[in-house]
């Protein structure tokens, strides 16, 4: 996945601090769940560097959904805006918001 796409997302959610955006990739064949909000991300699943220079997203990262959830966010029970968004359905919602 190229880096471009994860500062993407994070400016959409600088744009959108209302909502989270759940982003699940596939990173060297293993599954990974990344939450990106208000301008950050974090990976759910594995620990996310210290360093902000180092993407959560590498380059290699295969997108498989983005699910947009309503913030706050809270993992026990999401409120859930769109669920299994691909990059094409994401893209559109970029545009609306200028990113």
Partial sequence: MN????????????KRPQEVLLVTVAIAGEEDQIAIFKGFSSSLM??????????????????????????PY?????????????????QVLLAQVGV
């Fill in 3 to 14: 880096n471009s796409i994860g500062k993407r997302l994070e400016q959409y959610t600088i």
């Fill in 46 to 71: 594995r620990p996310t560097c210290f360093d902000p220079d180092v993407p959560v997203l590498p380059e290699e990262a295969k997108l498989l959904k983005i699910d947009r959830v309503a913030s």
């Fill in 74 to 90: 809270n993992p026990e029970a999401p409120r859930y805006i769109q669920q299994g968004l691909t990059w094409e359905d994401m």
